[in-house]
Nanobody, 121 residues
Framework: QVQLVESGGGLVQPGGSLRLSCAASGSILSIYAMGWYRQAPGKQRESVATISSTGSTKYADSVKGRFTISRDNAKNTVYLQMNSLKPEDTAVYYC???????????????WGQGTQVTVSS
């Protein structure tokens, strides 16, 4: 059906940067909203940043000014540029996309497998 493949996670020191990527593949007719979510051990999954099909963005207060979400519609890819990383950013980061597949009559939410981001000195 659809695959959401995330990449770019890893270990980085406080103050460092990472760029996460998530590419969608499949018989895609349209991708609407896309977003990044994260879940730290023992905590609820939270929205980090979302971007609409027209480019409107929303950010969690905790990452505003440090993270930037973007998308490349031609590549069916969403990115999360993460700067000035803090230890509290440590989490598994998941991408999400509202995708209309050719096999369906409407769009559905899909999730990536998650990529680990660890911020530590």
């Amino acid at each position: 059906q659809v695959q959401l493949v995330e990449s770019g996670g890893g270990l980085v020191q406080p103050g460092g940067s990472l760029r996460l990527s998530c590419a969608a593949s499949g018989s895609i007719l349209s991708i609407y909203a896309m977003g990044w979510y994260r879940q730290a051990p023992g905590k609820q999954r939270e929205s980090v940043a979302t971007i609409s099909s027209t480019g409107s963005t929303k950010y969690a207060d905790s990452v505003k000014g440090r993270f930037t979400i973007s998308r490349d519609n031609a590549k069916n890819t969403v990115y999360l540029q993460m700067n000035s990383l803090k230890p509290e950013d440590t989490a598994v980061y998941y991408c999400n996309a509202d995708i209309w597949l050719s096999s369906n009559r409407r769009s559905y939410d899909y999730w990536g497998q998650g990529t680990q981001v660890t911020v530590s000195s």
